[in-house]
């Protein structure tokens, strides 16, 4: 089945680092999707990417649509304590009429203040 | 609040009982969904809904599992005979197909469900 394969699985970083995360799947997305996630709540969308080769921002962070569509990354500039928590990329099957999302496996983000 | 509502938030529940969880989606959004999320883990797709019509059900959907939407609007998920490897958090989400810019999802904030 598809796999989407998360790196780096968690990172500790200074207050004001910038920080890099990415996301490879083993087949072609139409959609990427990047979500954040708090302890017991729900993930919270963060930024939705439709075509290869898009780049988009939200404020601190920005992210990319892979060209050969198998790929994603978010960087969050600037990082501060309130950035704390699971990020998580996700893709849309461009076969699939559903919709339906695969999820990598979560990168857990910790900042020092 | 407009967006995607779950309800309980929180059940614990002892071995062998029925459950049963209500989601709410986002007004006028046609299209839901059911994940589940165990520690550690993303969330793995369970079933999917065009209005009333289940168009698609995971593997891990056992038979214990029933979801429903009757009129479009709102969604159950029923566990049956609940065993302690059910435990896990149980996330609606919904969008809305046709949309110009894709269909981008939203996710409330999960249900947690602890079988004791």
């Known amino acids: 089945g598809q796999q989407l394969n998360q790196s780096p699985q968690s990172m500790f970083i200074q207050e004001g680092e910038d920080v890099s995360m990415n996301c490879t799947s083993s087949s072609i997305f139409n959609t990427w999707l990047w979500y954040k996630q708090d302890p017991g709540e729900g993930p919270v969308l963060l930024i939705a990417l439709y075509k290869a080769g898009e780049l988009t921002s939200n404020g601190r962070l920005t992210a990319q649509f892979g060209i050969t569509r198998k790929d994603s990354f978010l960087n969050i500039s600037a990082s501060i304590p309130s950035d704390v928590g699971i990020y998580f990329c996700?893709?849309?099957?461009?076969?699939?009429?559903?919709?339906?999302?695969?999820f990598g496996q979560g990168t857990t983000l910790q900042v020092k203040p | 609040d407009t967006g995607v509502s779950q309800d309980p938030r929180h059940k614990i529940t002892k071995r062998g009982q029925n459950v049963t969880f209500r989601c709410d989606p986002i007004s006028e959004h046609n299209r839901l969904y059911w994940y589940r999320q165990t520690l550690g883990q993303g969330p793995e797709f369970l079933t999917y809904?065009?209005?009333?019509?289940?168009?698609?059900k995971s593997r891990l959907l056992s038979d214990r599992f029933s979801a429903e939407r009757p009129k479009g609007s709102f969604s159950t998920l029923e566990i049956q005979r609940t065993e302690q490897g059910d435990s896990a958090m149980y996330l609606c989400a919904s969008s809305s197909k046709g949309q110009t810019s894709g269909n981008t999802i939203y996710f409330g904030e999960g249900s947690w469900l602890t079988v004791v």
């Open positions: 809904f065009q209005n009333e019509a289940q168009l698609e």
């Open positions: 996700a893709g849309q099957d461009g076969s699939s009429n559903t919709g339906k999302l695969i």
